[in-house]
């Protein structure tokens, strides 16, 4: 009987250990929305418009007509 508790107990602390470390976000480090604790990805991911940062910023050079990297001159 001592045996089947402790083989009940065991297995519980295994599977609520295992939960609690399965943490979904996006897990890569250059999207937007990365997400440091997770550990699992779940395809959320976004990334900036080509020349802009995440907040929605232009991160380069705005031409004469207000094209962030535009080329009017």
Same mark, same amino acid.
């Given at each position: 009987?001592?045996?089947? #508790?402790?083989?009940?107990?065991? @297995?519980?602390? $295994?599977? @609520? /250990? =295992?939960?609690?470390?399965?943490?979904?976000? +996006?897990? %890569?480090?250059? *999207? /937007?929305?990365?997400?440091? =604790? *997770?550990?699992? %990805?779940?395809?959320?991911? $976004?990334?900036? =418009?080509?020349?802009?940062? +995440? =907040?929605? %910023? /232009?991160?380069? &050079?705005? &031409? /004469?007509?207000? %094209?962030?990297?535009? &080329? *009017? #001159?």
């Amino acid at each position: 009987m001592k045996i089947l #508790v402790k083989i009940l107990f065991l @297995s519980m602390l $295994w599977f @609520s /250990c =295992e939960s609690e470390h399965q943490i979904y976000g +996006c897990t %890569d480090n250059t *999207a /937007c929305n990365y997400d440091y =604790e *997770a550990n699992i %990805d779940n395809n959320t991911c $976004w990334y900036p =418009e080509i020349n802009y940062n +995440c =907040e929605g %910023d /232009c991160i380069i &050079d705005i &031409d /004469c007509n207000g %094209d962030c990297g535009g &080329d *009017a #001159v």
